[in-house]
């Protein structure tokens, strides 16, 4: 039965996982072009074009959340779907063996990861039928940072500084706007929307993931939503959230909307935001073997067209020469000394922190002195070397918000001085940063292998028991860059950033 199957789709994970397709890097190469290389939103966009050229060279995760993986399958009439349903299963684990995929499969109860990225629910796996003799496989890598930042809006609604949104075509375009301004750069922005106006909210949902299955590039078949695919675009990339939500002139690189009928009573526009590490590819496979017979949006025999050049790539970071250097442990005064907009190239140990191990600091004592240290949230993709110990593989930030109960207390308690993520954080956060003296820096999402190359060592890991991601990794870092976005002085530039988008959005409320 089909021999070639299963190696068909571990070829096909690990492209996605490791090499973006080429509408993406087309997208991502005009807003690095659009940017001056020393700013900030300059500076985000090269260690992000780095990143995308390591991952592909390396055949390493693009990032280190490797997302829900989902598959959309489309199949002869009487194909044996279940036989197919347990390869695909099969090839998932099999990635994630081979570290191309993260382990991101938890029990929702018990919070225990499965390991393998299998468990109820995961992967999402979706069959269609169709007249062809051939099988379709298409397959997007989703992570929870922008999953995140999904959203659904009912109809009629009132938006932040957009005023009412009807049930009318300038009603969707709001909600579209108001989501990628939400959405800050919590979800790695720029990112892609998918969006579906109308169906019920789960039909809604699903219809919206499906359009970033659209190339970045394609023309809307309906010209009225093509329309206002076109007026997104514009709106978006005036609200000057910028990559990472640093500021900066590229929000959004792609709006694809599509409609599904709906109840009388509802009107529904739901809203699917995808990364810049818009991972996604598919592959058309021999109905008889299994062999894939050719790539889907791109070309299966060629290599990707790097990002930079090789003198770019050997250049690494462009420096401004004003970067400050710091070691851990890291004293008040070097903290109280450091302002919103510095950046900082960190060195010595930072320990990993996400969701279990803040959860766990709250009622425990850490498992290592944090005095002066760094915390970054990070849940790496760890592979054991055979002499026994780990190499830490991919390590970019996670989304920070999430910690904003505990972190504040975290600080104070236990001394630690700078805290590492993206996305940003909030009030209680920073008053908590004024207080104990401490900073937060933002890295930059998704770039997993560049960070990973910042990381001399794995000295060591605690709390192992909440499964890779979650666990407290030691690592030995030297020239770790990062901006400090929230500082000791109670300013925050994601505030700053907030409030002059906001300005922005309510000059696109027509
Ligand atoms: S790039 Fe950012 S939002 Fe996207 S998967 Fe990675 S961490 Fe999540």
Not at 219 to 246: C, H, K, S, W, Y
Not at 385 to 410: M, N
Request: aromatic share 6%; proline share 5%.
């Amino acid at each position: 039965m089909l021999p070639s199957f299963f190696d068909s789709l571990v070829a096909l994970i690990t492209r996605t996982s490791t090499d973006l397709p080429p509408d993406v890097r087309q997208a991502m190469g005009m807003a690095l072009a659009g940017e001056e290389p020393a700013t900030r939103a300059g500076q985000a966009l090269t260690i992000i074009a780095q990143n995308i050229d390591q991952a592909e060279s390396c055949d390493g995760p693009i990032c280190q959340d490797t997302g829900m993986p989902t598959f959309e399958v489309k199949v002869p009439v009487g194909a044996n779907q279940i036989w197919m349903k347990q390869q695909i299963k099969d090839a998932v684990a099999e990635a994630t063996k081979r570290g191309k995929l993260r382990p991101n499969s938890v029990d929702s109860i018990t919070g225990e990861n499965s390991g393998n990225n299998l468990g109820p629910g995961t992967p999402i796996i979706h069959f269609e039928q169709w007249e062809k003799d051939e099988i379709e496989v298409k397959l997007i890598l989703k992570g929870g940072g922008c999953e995140n930042t999904n959203a659904q809006y009912a109809l009629p609604a009132d938006l932040d500084h957009l005023g009412r949104a009807d049930r009318s075509l300038d009603g969707v375009r709001k909600c579209i706007l108001h989501a990628v301004w939400k959405a800050q750069g919590k979800g790695c922005a720029p990112g892609a929307v998918g969006v579906c106006v109308g169906g019920d909210r789960t039909s809604g949902y699903l219809h919206a993931k499906e359009q970033l299955f659209r190339t970045l590039d394609d023309r809307n078949p309906d010209p009225r939503l093509g329309e206002i695919e076109d007026a997104v675009m514009d709106a978006a990339n005036q609200l000057t959230v910028g990559p990472m939500g640093f500021g900066g002139k590229t929000s959004l690189i792609g709006c694809k909307i599509g409609a599904l009928n709906r109840l009388p009573a509802s009107f529904f526009v739901s809203v699917a935001y995808d990364c810049w590490a818009f991972r996604r590819l598919g592959v058309t496979l021999d109905v008889r073997s299994g062999a894939i017979s050719s790539w889907l949006y791109r070309d299966g025999d060629t290599t990707s067209q790097p990002m930079l050049t090789p003198e770019q790539m050997a250049a690494g970071l462009p420096r401004t020469g004003r970067e400050i250097r710091l070691q851990a442990p890291i004293s008040d005064e070097q903290i109280r000394a450091l302002k919103v907009g510095d950046v900082v190239l960190v060195s010595g140990t930072m320990y990993t922190g996400r969701d279990a191990v803040h959860h766990h600091l709250m009622k425990h004592e850490p498992p290592v002195d944090l005095r002066g240290g760094v915390l970054y949230h990070c849940g790496p993709v760890v592979v054991k070397e055979d002499d026994g110990g780990w190499k830490v593989t991919a390590a970019g930030p996670t989304t920070s918000i999430r910690e904003e109960p505990y972190q504040a207390d975290i600080i104070k308690r236990y001394g630690v001085r700078i805290v590492i993520g993206k996305g940003g954080m909030g009030a209680k956060t920073l008053a908590g940063l004024q207080e104990s003296g401490a900073v937060y820096l933002n890295a930059v999402g998704g770039a997993a292998q560049f960070y990973a190359r910042c990381i001399n060592k794995v000295t060591g890991v605690s709390l192992l028991e909440f499964g890779t991601p979650e666990a407290m990794w030691h690592l030995e870092v030297t020239d770790f860059p990062a901006i400090v976005t929230m500082d000791a002085h109670g300013h925050s530039l994601h505030k700053d950033v907030e409030a002059a988008s906001a300005t922005k959005l309510a000059s696109a409320r027509g």
